[in-house]
């Protein structure tokens, strides 16, 4: 495993019930996002997302944030229920 390993080889994040952390080798669930943008290579409005779990979320934004990358972090959004939503009367 490299550093490269980190940063590059992250599967597309993929938002919603059961998200994990981008975190390589972490199956935590997910309860944050971590907005960024390599103003390099993508258009200002852009946003990747990595997703992290509480233990990791520190340690994803600093990496963005020594790199410049970073814009914000924000919660996962609630996960949608999977059972029925109709309360039954
Ligand atoms: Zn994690």
Not at 54 to 79: C, N, S, V
Request: hydrophobic share 35%; with cysteine; charged share 20%.
């Amino acid at each position: 495993m490299s550093i490269f390993d980190l940063a590059a080889g992250l599967p597309p994040a993929s938002a919603g019930p059961g998200a994990v952390c981008s975190r390589k080798a972490c199956r935590a669930q997910a309860s944050w996002q971590l907005l960024w943008n390599n103003p390099k290579i993508h258009p200002p409005e852009r946003r990747k997302t990595w997703l992290a779990c509480a233990e990791h979320r520190g340690w994803l934004e600093d990496y963005l944030q020594t790199r410049g990358l970073w814009k914000e972090t924000i919660p996962m959004p609630a996960a949608p229920t999977t059972g029925p939503m109709e309360h039954e009367r």
